[in-house]
């Protein structure tokens, strides 16, 4: 593994946060929930590390006061914080196509589904 430390966190105080300042402004302002993420650093270990080489910001509708049924930031927020996401085979497309008791008018069943690790 390369050992070299890449470091941005200088261009990403420079040119990127004042930026991003602006973007949040106009979000705020217009009710428009956001998140971000910016790997700045990769450390000796080859690992971005949360606050030095992992920049987050967000602005979460619920910050807002807006209501949503499928609300992804707290899953964002998880995934920084170490949480993972698997994609799990339930079955594979030729074994749902091939199913002889679908109508045609039939919803085809749901091929992969998404589970969090925590």
């Known amino acids: 593994m390369d050992s070299r430390i890449v470091d941005n966190n ?3 105080k420079n040119e990127i946060e004042p930026l991003l300042m602006k973007v949040r ?3 705020n ?5 956001y998140f971000t993420a910016f790997g700045t650093m ?10 030095v080489g992992l920049i ?18 707290p899953d964002f927020i998880n995934i920084v914080n ?3 996401t698997t994609y799990i085979r339930t079955r594979s497309l030729d074994e749902v196509l091939s199913r ?11 091929i992969t ?6």
């Open 42 to 51: 990769v450390s000796e270990d080859g690992e971005y590390k949360k606050g």
């Open 29 to 33: 302002e217009n009710k428009i929930p």
């Open 56 to 73: 987050c910001q967000s602005l979460p509708p619920e910050s807002m006061a807006i209501e949503v049924k499928d609300n992804k930031f």
């Open 10 to 12: 200088e261009l990403y």
């Open 113 to 118: 589904k998404i589970k969090d690790d925590v």
């Open 82 to 84: 170490g949480a993972t």
């Open 25 to 27: 402004s106009i979000c």
């Open 100 to 110: 002889d008791d679908i109508e045609d008018n039939e919803d085809l069943p749901e």
